[in-house]
């Protein structure tokens, strides 16, 4: 996943929108791992992970972005797609030694705070997210991102969020919804987005599939 937005609050919102391959392959929402049982989330199929994932019982979410840094030694690599999970499901976030994984940015939230581990593959650092609307992409809160400059001002100015994914996609750096084809041929692009709400009284999602109606 790319982008992730949080709006603080009750309910507590986040948006993630999943930039990826249109070729690998993936299923939605569910839950699918009976070693987190009540976690509820897409399903990376070459993987097993998932990009993000939401504990209803627990009122508590938790998404993984891709980070830049220094990559994991392919002998001992080990997917990232399991730290949503997890963290979704103890309240947790990973712990010291995550020299098996490239670098990650994982916001575990709640009705209480909301946090970001961020791992570059040599240091692991954990931040509160500021009170009101964030943005996450894969250099983090990173003000100077074409995407944060061109969508944090529209999502704070603007409770309809959904209205800001029905774009056409674009090859623009600065689009929220992508569409890429690479020099093979293969294509990068924004393949869904989960919008989900955190309220005392439960918690809601609603997913949508950017491929239903798209070639390749």
Not at 10 to 31: H, I, K, N, S
Not at 128 to 133: D, S, V
Not at 151 to 164: S, V
Not at 210 to 215: I, N, S, V, Y
């Amino acid at each position: 996943m790319c982008t992730l937005i949080v709006r603080s609050g009750q309910p507590l919102t986040l948006m993630g929108v999943r930039d990826e391959f249109a070729d690998r392959p993936w299923e939605g929402p569910g839950e699918h791992w009976p070693e987190y049982p009540g976690v509820i989330g897409g399903r990376d199929l070459k993987a097993g992970g998932t990009w993000l994932a939401v504990n209803p019982a627990a009122r508590r979410a938790a998404a993984l972005l891709n980070g830049h840094g220094r990559a994991a030694e392919e002998t001992t690599k080990v997917s990232r797609g399991d730290l949503a999970l997890r963290a979704a499901y103890t309240g947790e976030l990973p712990g010291a030694d995550l020299t098996r994984y490239d670098p990650f940015h994982l916001v575990l939230a709640d009705l209480t705070r909301v946090r970001m581990c961020s791992w570059d593959g040599e240091r692991a650092s954990v931040s509160e997210l500021p009170a009101g609307t964030s943005m996450v992409v894969n250099s983090g809160l990173d003000p100077e991102s074409e995407r944060v400059l061109a969508y944090l001002p529209r999502f704070r100015d603007t409770a309809e969020w959904r209205e800001l994914i029905r774009a056409e996609p674009s090859s623009d750096r600065g689009a929220l919804i992508i569409r890429h084809e690479l020099p093979d041929g293969r294509i990068f692009a924004s393949l869904s987005v989960m919008e989900v709400a955190i309220a005392p009284g439960g918690v809601t999602y609603e997913f949508t599939d950017l491929t239903a109606d798209r070639d390749g």
